[in-house]
C-alpha cells in the first residue's frame, strides 16, 4: 500500500471494547495521502466502533494497540483536537441540535481550525459566499443556514449537511461512517459528488460502508473486509464487486 | 403572631408612613398578622429561600439614592420609559407621565389581593409598605402602546426594603406591549419585593417582557396576579438571572371564554442563588387556552425550582393546556425541580405535560466536539440552545439583543467546568 513513513493514518493491532465487550481484534491499516479506502464488512464486525474509536467518542475503550496521524499518537488527543488536526468524522447518525444554528456551528468549527492555524477569524462576507458556493453542490436552500443543527432534517438531509460540513472544513482525512445508508439513489449521487470533489493528492478518506453502491460513484483505491473487529481480507474495487457477488459470507466462511 | 410578624407590626410602626391608617395598608397588615408569611413548610414554598427574611428591615428604603442615567440599561427604540428607584418615582429619569401612565401614591395602591390566597402573601406585605408605583391604564381599543417600568434597588436591606408596585389595566381590545425590568447598583444587597396586578378586559392583548436582572446580592420576592376576560391574550416572557435568592409567584385566572395565555420562562442559577418561581393558571371558562414553556439551568451549587400547577375548574370545558417544563443540571452540587401539576374538574379537555431534569446531551456534545469546538465552547453553545425555546419568540429586536448579551455573559463568566 503505502511506505511507513509516509502514512497518513496508521494503525497498528487496534483492540478496543464498548462496555467490556471486545470489537476491535488487533485491526492494522495504513492509509497514504490522496488515498481513498473504502470498509466494508457484516453488521457487527466493528466498522462504526472503528470509525467511533479514531474520533475519540467517550464510551470506547482501547486495551491495546495504536493509531498515528501525521506521526502523532491520535488516541493521546480529545475529539476537539483530533478534528482540527484535521480529521472529519461524518456520522452514521448525526445529532439534531435545536437552539443552534448551522451557519453558526459551521463557522465557529472553521474558526476554530483557523485559531489552531494561527489564522484570524474568517470574514462574515467570505465565509457566507464560500458556504453557500458548497450548499449549491449539495443542492440545499439557503433557508437551512438559518436552521438548527439537524433539526427536523430527513435522513438525506441530514447527510448531505454532514458532506457541507466536511467540504466547509476540508479535512485532512474523512471518515464517512455509513453515510450512504438510507439514502434514494438522488441524493447518494450527490453525496458521491461531494466526497469525489474533496479527493485531492493531500486529501485522504476512508469510506465505512456496508454495500458497495457508493463505491460505484465514489471509487475506492483499496478495499478492505472487516470481520469480527480485524481486517480480513485486502484488494482493490474489485474486491467490492465480488463481496457483492458472492456475499460477506465468502469472507467471513474464511476467515473462521 | 410569629416573630416575624411581630417585626414586621413594628416596622409598619416604624415606618411612619403618612397614610398609615389607609384601608387598603390596614387590610394588608391585619391579614399578614393572621396568616403570616409563607414558611418552608408550606406545600409551594418549599424550595425558596425565606431565611433572608430574618435578617432585613421591612421599612422602605428612604429614597434619593443617586443613579448615574449613563448606567441605566440602553434604551429600547420605540418604548417609553419610567423608572423607579427603591420603589419610588424617578421623573428625573423617566418620560413625562402620559396618558396611559399615572403615579400610584403611597396608599393609593387599591388592587384587591385575595387575602385567602396563602400563596399572595408577599402581594400583602407589598400593599402594606409600598408608598409609590405605576398605573398603567389603557381605555378600550386603545392602539398598541409600548412601555418600559425600570426598577432600580440600590439600597442594602439593612437600611430598608424595596416595594415596586405595577398595576395593568386594559380595556377591551386595548394592546399593551410592556417591558418590566428589575435591576440594581451592582454593589447593592437589596431586598426587593415587587407585587404586579393585570387586568386584561375582553379582546386585550398585553406582551408582557419581565427581566429579573437584580445585582447578586439581592433577595426578591415577586407576586404577579393576572385575571384574563374573554378572547383577550397574555404573553409574557420572562428571564431570571439574578439576585441570591429569588421567589416569583404567578396567579393568573383565565376568566373568559378562549381567553389565550403563553408564557415562556427561563432561570439561570449558579454559585449559591436559588431561583423559585410557581406558577398557578386556572382556567375558569371555557375554551380557553395556555401554552406554558420553562426553562431552567442550575450550576454551581444553584438550585432552580419550577412548580407550574394548572386548574381546570368545572365549566371550563374545551380548555387546551400545555405545558413543556425543562431543567438542565450543570454542577454535580445543583439542584433542578421542575413539576408540573394538573388538576381538573371537567371531562372535554386537552391538557398535556413534559416535564424533564437532567444533563447536557453527550451526543450533542461530542458532535459539536467533533467539528473542532473548544469543549467550553460547545458547553456553552448547548446551553445556549436549551435556552433558546425560552426567548426565541421576543420579537423586540435591541431587548433580544440585549437579553442575549446579558445570557451570554451570564453563561460566560460562571463555573462551566463542572459541567457533566
Redesign the interface.
Known amino acids: 500500500m503505502t511506505a511507513p513513513g509516509s502514512a497518513l493514518l496508521r494503525i497498528e493491532n487496534l483492540h478496543a471494547s464498548v462496555a467490556g465487550k471486545k470489537i476491535l481484534n488487533g485491526l492494522s491499516l495504513s492509509v497514504g495521502r490522496g488515498e481513498v479506502h473504502a470498509i466494508m464488512g457484516p453488521n457487527g464486525s466493528g466498522k462504526s466502533t472503528l470509525a467511533s474509536v479514531l ?4 464510551g470506547y475503550e482501547v486495551t491495546a494497540g495504536s493509531v498515528s496521524f501525521e506521526g502523532r499518537d491520535l488516541l493521546a488527543l ?3 483536537e ?3 488536526a484535521g480529521l ?2 461524518g ?1 452514521q447518525y ?2 439534531e ?4 444554528n448551522n451557519v ?2 459551521l463557522k ?2 472553521v474558526n ?2 483557523r485559531n ?1 492555524q494561527g489564522l484570524p477569524e474568517v470574514d462574515a462576507f467570505d465565509f457566507l459566499t464560500l458556504v453557500r458556493e458548497k450548499m449549491q453542490l449539495m443542492r440545499m436552500e439557503d433557508s437551512f443556514l438559518s436552521r ?2 439537524n433539526e427536523g432534517f430527513s435522513g438525506g438531509e441530514k447527510k448531505r449537511n454532514e458532506i457541507l ?1 466536511m467540504l466547509v ?1 476540508e479535512p485532512k482525512l474523512a471518515l464517512l461512517d455509513e453515510t450512504d445508508s438510507g439514502l434514494d439513489i438522488d441524493a447518494l449521487k450527490v453525496v458521491a459528488g461531494g466526497v469525489n470533489r474533496l479527493r485531492s493528492p493531500e486529501r485522504s478518506c476512508v469510506l465505512v460502508t456496508h454495500y458497495q453502491r457508493l463505491l460505484e460513484y465514489v471509487v475506492p483505491d483499496f478495499v478492505h473486509v472487516l470481520v469480527r473487529g480485524r481486517i480480513a481480507k485486502s484488494g482493490d474495487r474489485t474486491l467490492a464487486l465480488e463481496l457483492e457477488r458472492r456475499g460477506y459470507d465468502w469472507v467471513t466462511g474464511e476467515a473462521a | 403572631m410569629s416573630a416575624l410578624t411581630a417585626r414586621i407590626a413594628q416596622d409598619y410602626a416604624a415606618a411612619e408612613l403618612p397614610d398609615a391608617q389607609a384601608a387598603p395598608r390596614r387590610t394588608a397588615l391585619e391579614a399578614l398578622a393572621t396568616c403570616g408569611l409563607p414558611t418552608s413548610r408550606d406545600e409551594n414554598w418549599k424550595y425558596a429561600n425565606l431565611r433572608a427574611l430574618e435578617r432585613l428591615r421591612f421599612v422602605p428604603a428612604a429614597g434619593g439614592a443617586a443613579v448615574d442615567p449613563a448606567a441605566l440599561p440602553a434604551p429600547i427604540p420605540g418604548f417609553t420609559r419610567y423608572v423607579f428607584v427603591d420603589g419610588r418615582f424617578a421623573p428625573a429619569l423617566s418620560a413625562a407621565p402620559g396618558a396611559a401612565f399615572a403615579r400610584l401614591q403611597g396608599g393609593a395602591a387599591a388592587a384587591a389581593v385575595r387575602p385567602a390566597d396563602g400563596d399572595a402573601r408577599f402581594a400583602l406585605l407589598n400593599q402594606a409598605f409600598a408608598t409609590d408605583g405605576a398605573r398603567l391604564q389603557l381605555p378600550a381599543a386603545a392602539g398598541r402602546q409600548r412601555l418600559e417600568i425600570l426598577f432600580l434597588a440600590c439600597t442594602d436591606s439593612a437600611q430598608g426594603s424595596s416595594y415596586p408596585r405595577l398595576e395593568v389595566s386594559l380595556g377591551p381590545d386595548a394592546q399593551l406591549d410592556l417591558i418590566e425590568r428589575h435591576a440594581g447598583a451592582a454593589g447593592a444587597a437589596p431586598f426587593v419585593n415587587s407585587a404586579v396586578d393585570i387586568a386584561l378586559g375582553r379582546g386585550a392583548v398585553l406582551t408582557h417582557y419581565r427581566l429579573q436582572e437584580l445585582p447578586p446580592r439581592s433577595t426578591h420576592f415577586d407576586t404577579l396576579t393576572a385575571t384574563l376576560a374573554a378572547r383577550c391574550g397574555y404573553h409574557l416572557h420572562a428571564i431570571a438571572t439574578g439576585a441570591q435568592a429569588a421567589r416569583s409567584t404567578q396567579l393568573v385566572q383565565l376568566a373568559g371564554e378562549e381567553a389565550h395565555l403563553t408564557t415562556a420562562l427561563a432561570a439561570l442559577g449558579d454559585a449559591q442563588q436559588v431561583q423559585d418561581a410557581y406558577a398557578r393558571i386556572e382556567h375558569a371558562a371555557p375554551r380557553a387556552r395556555t401554552e406554558q414553556l420553562f426553562r431552567g439551568i442550575a450550576a454551581g451549587r444553584a438550585r432552580v425550582a419550577f412548580n407550574g400547577k394548572v386548574v381546570v375548574a368545572a365549566g371550563a370545558a374545551g380548555t387546551d393546556s400545555q405545558q413543556s417544563l425543562r431543567g438542565l443540571l450543570a454542577g454535580a452540587q445543583a439542584e433542578i425541580d421542575v413539576r408540573p401539576q394538573l388538576e381538573i374538574y371537567t371531562d372535554d379537555v386537552r391538557c398535556s405535560h413534559g416535564a424533564t431534569a437532567g444533563k447536557l446531551d453527550d451526543n450533542m456534545l461530542f458532535y459539536l466536539l467533533s467539528r473542532g469546538l473548544e469543549r467550553q465552547v460547545a458547553l456553552r453553545l448547548l446551553k445556549w440552545a436549551f435556552l433558546a425555546d425560552a426567548f426565541a419568540r421576543i420579537e423586540v429586536p435591541e431587548l433580544r439583543r440585549q437579553i442575549e448579551e446579558n445570557l451570554a455573559g451570564v453563561l460566560q463568566d460562571r463555573a462551566l467546568k463542572e459541567l457533566l
Do not use: D, H, N, S
Open positions: 474520533a475519540g467518542r467517550p480529545p475529539p476537539e483530533r478534528a482540527r472529519f468524522l456520522f448525526p445529532v441540535i435545536p437552539g443552534v453558526y456551528l465557529a468549527a476554530a481550525q489552531t438548527g443543527v460540513q472544513l
